[in-house]
């Protein structure tokens, strides 16, 4: 039998299931009166779980008001480990908590 040598750093880049990999990312930038936002999206079908981590590269993105821009980045993905993840699973449930929150006075509201 033959054995094959396997490119470790071709492996990282094409599976995403790695601990830490890069990937090219879309960032959307929007400043004007109606819209106020910037999203970030991943290449492929990557899936964030809770605890992961994106890091986008690249020097920050100031537009005009009024305005919106595209710009094409690269990203790091840092995959949260076990402890991690459920840590923020368990964060994230005392957080929404505080949502549910709501407190009933007898009589009315003046």
Request: with cysteine.
């Amino acid at each position: 039998m033959a054995s094959h040598p396997i490119d470790d750093h071709a492996a990282i880049r094409t599976v995403p299931t790695a601990k830490r990999f890069d990937i090219p990312c879309t960032i959307t930038v929007e400043q004007s009166s109606r819209h106020f936002h910037a999203h970030v999206e991943l290449a492929g079908d990557v899936e964030l779980e809770p605890g992961d981590k994106v890091r986008v590269h690249g020097s920050p993105i100031a537009i005009p008001f009024g305005q919106s821009a595209v710009f094409e980045r690269t990203a790091t993905v840092t995959r949260a480990g076990p402890l991690a993840r459920a840590l923020t699973r368990i964060a994230a449930y005392f957080d929404l908590r505080e949502l549910y929150e709501v407190s009933f006075n007898p009589g009315r509201i003046k």
